[in-house]
Structures are given as structure tokens and as C-alpha cells.
């Protein structure tokens, strides 16, 4: 198994970022397998959404609707809400495995490979990236 990770700066505002680019560039060259997408944060997830067409603001939204930034969470430490980036996890995973074939990722025409992080009090997150070779 071939593994690296990255720093990703998220900002101070819930965020949707595309690792697209950086994961079919990890994989380019490769042959068959498996890429494996990780955070290991307890509040940020991977998604695997179509973006740049309203997707991801759409996303972000309905975790803004499923989970409020308020004082209703007892995980209570950091900015109001925090609790909720806790319970993200849940309903976005912290991983997403995609198939490779011939050095290409296996997404469908509109997938894109996505961080999500509703933890404010958090900018920089890591992410790894591990290929399997099948």
C-alpha cells in the first residue's frame, strides 16, 4: 500500500473543498486498485458529490438544517454549536474508498471527492490519501 498525507486550510466558515485534482493525481500512473480517502478528525468528513453547480452550497445547507450552529449540543467546548461538527461524522463519514482501473479514478461523470468541515475553531486539516494495488 502506497500512502501520503496533506494539509488542507479550511478557513473559519463551513467549508466543501474538492480533493478531486490532488486524489487522481495521487493514482495517476497507478494500475488497478483501490484509492482510499481519510481525515482524522473527530468533525470533518469525505463526500462524494458533484460540485460547482450549486451541489455543495446545497450540502452544506442541509447539514445547516440537520445540525444548527446552537447552544442545543452538549459537547459544548469552542465556538456555539461546535457540538454539531462532533455529530457530522455520522451523516458524513470520515473516509470514501473509490475504485482505480488503469491509473484512473472510477467516478461518475459529475462525482467529485470532497472534505466537509463544519468545525470553525479548526483551519488546518490533514488528509490521506492510500492506494491498494488489486
Known amino acids: ?74 459537547h459544548q467546548h469552542g465556538t456555539p454549536g461546535h457540538g454539531r461538527s462532533h455529530v457530522m461524522p455520522a451523516l458524513v463519514p470520515p473516509y470514501a474508498t473509490v475504485p482505480v482501473v488503469g491509473g484512473r479514478l472510477q467516478l461518475g461523470t459529475w462525482q467529485s471527492l470532497c472534505l466537509v468541515d463544519l468545525n470553525v475553531d479548526n483551519a488546518e486539516r490533514q488528509v490521506r490519501l492510500s492506494f491498494l494495488t488489486g
Not at 463551513?14 to 478531486?20: F, G
Request: overall charge negative; glycine content about 14%.
Open 1 to 74: 500500500m502506497r500512502s501520503e498525507s496533506f494539509s488542507v486550510r479550511t478557513g473559519g466558515e463551513d467549508a466543501v473543498l474538492d480533493l478531486t485534482d490532488r486524489c487522481t493525481g495521487f493514482v495517476s500512473g497507478e494500475g488497478d486498485g483501490l484509492l482510499h480517502v481519510f481525515v482524522p478528525h473527530a468533525t470533518a468528513g469525505i463526500a462524494i458529490i458533484e460540485t460547482g453547480a450549486g451541489s455543495d452550497d446545497d450540502l452544506l445547507a442541509a447539514l445547516g438544517d440537520l445540525l444548527p450552529a446552537d447552544d442545543r449540543w452538549r
